[in-house]
Each structure stands twice: as structure tokens, then as C-alpha cells.
């Protein structure tokens, strides 16, 4: 019976990557973007990779003002390496400042724009310094320190961090740079992940789909609550500090949605906390109704609501302090200015990070519960009664 229950988990989660899939595959082909290949007579600006062969003049020099920094230009020649101008020798030029390029030496790889003039003339310039090998170092080590602490359950969870990386960038933008609808669209990508990392993790049963139910209800809290933020604030994505490229695409004819953006990342930072916190209160619980089969409802919902608690603090410091730290710089550069408080609280920059930060704490808090409801009830039903304790023979003495 076992065996057989086993296989029927097997194959469920089986079916259930197959549809993924499937779905995954359907979305790709239809939000692939067209190349438009560049006319005869045009110009146009591609990036392409290439090796430093030679340096012929270099005026960089270190500014203490910078910190160290270098500022000047380079003058080099570089063997270009892939795309159509692949084997030839061009002579660039590498422009370095305080907070763009580096100074560059023989042998060290580079990213170039190469620009092509209506005439058929081309011109290069260093873009940037070549990290495609060192990033996939970084990643290898990463990688290789998952595997070797997490074992097989490591193995699955890079599995699952590729799945989401490929929607994210395969799926989610695409589709937003096609107009499809901002919240919509984030809140049913992220959905997506949740479930399919969990069936990679742990297979379709019971403790994965109250984790995935808990997930789903948390980052739809989250977003609630950013919505009502955004509503009291009087405050939406177009307040964001770097969205300024991205209204330029959409007044190109990009029809991108913009006001929601900010509600939407709310979403999908809020997404890696509140799978934690799923998965945790759903496998307790599944620990706590195996070594004790008569708990009912109302005792598993408060042995859950306990383990929530104790997450609770830890975790939202994880999230407060994550969203701080991506907007450190900005941070210290208000604080410098030496704004009094009430004039810091009434800016964009404050607002958007106090309600990122309480959207997804809130989502991740609430997700507590909402989990340890579905997996008491769930776990509830299968509950046996407690079995009554033997009780000690009687003796002759005592039956007389």
C-alpha cells in the first residue's frame, strides 16, 4: 500500500511538472521577442565581446576626491569576438570615470558598441568590462556549496531558483514590454513559481499544496495591502526612482503599465519570504499530526500559530532590512543632507520604501496563519482517535 501510494505521488507531481511544462513552453513561443534585422543603408548599434591585444596610450590617473577612482581614457586595439565583425582588429576607445568603466590591460575581455553608420563604416567603444566568465565563477561556487550542504534537497531548490529566473526573465518581462496587465500578470507569474517550486522540492502531497495555498493567499495580502498603502500615500510606481527609462519606452509606444509597477515588485520581493514561511508552518505541522494522530483543528491551528510566532520577528527584520539595503545609497545621501523629519516622511523615496517593506512583511505575516488554517484542516480530517490506555489486570485480592 505504500509502494503504491508512493508511485501515485510520483506520478501526480510528474503530471504536474508535464503541465508546466507545457504552459511554460506555450507562454515562451508567444512572448518571444522578433529580431528585426538592420536594413541595408541604416545604423545601428549592436554589443559584442573582445580581447584587449594592445594598449596604445593611457592618460587614467587615480582621484583622491573618488575615493581612488580613475579618471582619463584608454586607446587600444581589441580583437572582437563574436557577431559579424568577429577576427577583426579595432582601435577603441575605453573612457573611464569615478562611477563608469575601468582601467583595462592586454588580455582582458571586454563588452563593445560597435555602431555601423548608414555607409557601412563601424566604430567601437569599451562598453564595459567582460564579467560573463567571473559572474559564471561566482555562480559555479554557489552552485557547488548547495549541493554539497543541501544535498539532493539543495539539487532540487537550484533547480526550482533556475525555473524562477527563467520566468522572470523569459516570461514576466516580455510580457509587461507587451502590455499585458501589470498586477495580473506579476501576481499569476509569481504563482506559477510558487507551485512549481514547490512540486519540484517536495512532490504533489499534502504539506506542498498548504505551502502553495499559504504562498498564493500571502502574496495576495501583500499586494492588498500595497494597494491600500498606494491609495493613502496618494503614491504608484511613477514615483519610483529609476522608472524614468521605462515611461521613456512607454511614451516610444512600449505599452507598458506603469502606476502598478511598484505594487508589483512589492510582489515579487515578498515572494521568497513568504514560500519560506509557508513551507515551514506546513511541514511542522505535518511532523506534528504524524507523532500525535488525535490532534484535532483547534490544536494544530494553535501548534502552528506557536511555530509562526517564533518566525515571526526574525523574518520581517530578513525583510525590512533587505529593502533598506537595496536602497542603502540613497539612504545615506538623505541623511547627509541633514532633511528634517517630517520633510523625509512626506518623500517618495521614504514612502516607497516604508510601504514596500510593510506590504511584505505584512503578506509574510499573514501568511502564517493562513497556512496553519488550511494545513489543520486538512490534517484534520485524517485525525484518529486516541487510543484508550490498557488497563492493569485485576488481582485475585483485588476482584474479591
Known sequence: MKQRGGRKAMLRTIAVLVAALAVFLLAFFRLRPEKTPALPGTSFVEYERGTVESIVSDNTVSDPDSD???????????????????GETLLVS???????GQPLKVSDGVSLTISTYDNGEHKATVYEYDRVGPLAIVIALFFLVTVLVGGKTGAKSLVALVVTVLCLFTILLPALLKGAPTLTTVFLVCTYVAIVSFTILNGVQRKSICAAVGTVAGMAVALLFALLAQHLT????????DVQPILQLRQSGTPVGLKGLLSAGIVVSALGAVMDVAMSISSSLEEVHAA??????????????????DMVGTMTNTLILAFLGSSFVL????????????????????????????????????????????SAFLL??????????????????QKQ
Open 292 to 309: 500525535n494522530r488525535s490532534l484535532g483543528f483547534r490544536e494544530l491551528f494553535r501548534s502552528g500559530m506557536n511555530i509562526g510566532r
Open 68 to 86: 581612488g577612482a580613475y579618471r582619463g581614457e584608454q586607446l587600444m586595439t581589441v580583437k572582437v569576438t563574436t557577431g559579424r565583425y568577429a
Open 234 to 241: 496618494k503614491i504608484d510606481g511613477l514615483r519610483i526612482a
Open 331 to 374: 539612504i545615506l545621501y538623505l541623511y547627509s543632507l541633514s532633511l528634517q523629519r517630517w520633510q523625509l516622511m512626506t518623500s517618495a523615496y521614504a514612502a516607497i520604501e516604508v510601504i514596500s517593506g510593510a506590504a511584505s512583511s505584512t503578506g509574510m505575516i499573514l501568511a502564517i496563519p493562513l497556512t496553519a488554517a488550511f
Open 94 to 100: 575605453n573612457f573611464v570615470g569615478p562611477v563608469y
Open 380 to 397: 484534520s480530517k485524517d485525525a484518529q482517535p486516541a487510543a484508550e490506555e490498557p488497563q492493569p489486570a485485576k488481582t485475585k485480592k
